[in-house]
């Protein structure tokens, strides 16, 4: 069992605490909110994660909270788990970074600080430096990035596909490798910047996957092919795999839209223009549109119409409005005169531009001229039901996540399109 002290308890910070604790190590989490750490002490979750309610009541003992660095002195591993959101530039902003580095408490032994903060490639470099001017060459330093995914956090930290551990010297290296032992992870070592840079490709590889398979999509849509389809041929391709090729109205988050940008900035402050970069970052800026011009397709006019966005968070499974395609639509419908209605199951819309928040899906498709399911949550997998047959002025659905049965929406009466899926004529071979 180690020390271990955790800066940070947002969503990054919280779940490697808790899951640390839950492999037996003492946990110490400080972050500088009060409000946040009142909540925590008072066994409350922060925000809508799988798994973490249960970890919190079952690692009581081993899992504390606090504003205070000074509680932090006694550790011998100190996570950094601080966001690095974009500057106006593009540029990942370290300061919470430098503010962590700033408020390290005196160490009572030798201690090891881990970044899982994702930032730029060259930042170990900087912070060692940072560190060795503080009077703290003492200190290790170990890169050892996070690859959790909101919605499935704690299953990925207890069962990750690989643990990358980057560090100068081995002895930091063994000791964070050892933090990770009961979980019998595949472990890659290897120098700092290389471990900066497995985060920050792996993230970019999962956005190229995205942005080609809605390209693909498209194509789909001006040939009549049909992308799940040829999702499905392409990643039965052992070499390619399946995952990462589920075509929609492109990639939201805190992640992906903030890591490309950075690693775009990144190769560009180095002297290289990353295009393939740049065209995933540009695919998916318009994929998020190519609704609008549906809804257009089937409505003429937006000005006045009812619109029921349905799902507003970026994906199921988490209430993270950050870089969601519904504000990107929000904010279309209402520049196009549009009444919208939008409806989530956790997540708070109130950010959404001209959106009346409802309570139900009931509420928002009365009376609607289309609803769009902009995120796949299961409560909409009835969607296409009489009642909402029913309720609406025009039963039309555009499915952003293709998560309904095209054959069966339309037998139900609805007007229905998808993101690459075939229209009716040819689904039925009539043609
Ligand atoms: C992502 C990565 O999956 C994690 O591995 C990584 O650690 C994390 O970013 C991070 O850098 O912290 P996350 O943003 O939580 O995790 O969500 P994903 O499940 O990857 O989904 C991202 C976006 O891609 C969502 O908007 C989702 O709807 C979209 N997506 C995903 C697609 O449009 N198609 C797909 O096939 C898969």
Known sequence: MAKVGVFGAGWVGLVTGACLAELGHDVVVRDVVPAKIDALNRGEQPFHEDGIPDLLARNRERLRFTLEASELADREFLFVCVD???????????????????????????????????????????????????????????????????????????????????????????????????????????????????????????????????????VCEATGADVVKVAEGVGLDRRLGPHFLRAGIGYGGSCFPKDSLALKQLASNSGYHFQLLAAVIEVNELQKRRVIGKLKAHLGSLQGKRIAL?????????????????LV???????????????????????LAGVTLVETVA?????????????????????????????????????????????????????????????????????
Not at 329 to 345: F, N
Request: glycine share 10%; charged share 20%; with cysteine.
């Open 84 to 218: 690095t959101p974009p500057t106006p530039s593009g540029d990942a902003d370290l300061s919470r970074v430098w503010r962590v580095i700033d408020e390290l408490p005196a160490l009572a032994g030798h201690a090891t600080l881990v970044m899982k903060s994702t930032v730029p490639v060259g930042t170990g470099e900087k912070v060692r430096n940072g560190l060795d001017e503080r009077g703290l060459q003492a200190l290790g330093y170990v890169s050892n990035p996070e690859f959790l995914a909101e919605g499935t956090a704690v299953r990925d930290f207890m069962h990750p596909d690989r643990v990358v551990i980057g560090a100068s010297e081995a002895a930091d290296g063994d000791g964070v490798a050892a933090l990770y032992a009961p979980l019998e992870a595949v472990i890659l070592r290897c120098d700092v910047k290389s471990a900066e840079m497995v985060k920050l490709a792996a993230n970019a590889a999962l956005m190229t996957r995205i942005s080609f398979i809605n390209e693909i999509a498209n």
């Open 310 to 326: 349905l799902g507003l968070a970026f994906k199921p499974g988490t209430d993270d409005m950050r870089e969601a395609p519904s």
């Open 363 to 431: 509420e928002a498709v009365a009376g609607a001229d289309a609803a769009v399911i902009v995120t796949e949550w299961p409560e909409l997998a009835g969607l296409a039901s009489p009642e909402v047959h029913a309720a609406m002025a025009n039963p039309v659905i555009i499915d952003g996540r293709n998560l309904l049965d095209p054959a069966a929406t339309r037998a139900a009466g609805f007007v229905y399109e998808g993101i690459g899926r075939p229209a009716p004529a040819r689904v039925a071979g009539t043609d």
């Open 329 to 351: 639509l929000a904010a279309r419908l209402h520049a196009e005169g549009a009444e919208v209605r939008g409806w989530d199951p956790v997540a708070d819309g109130s950010g």
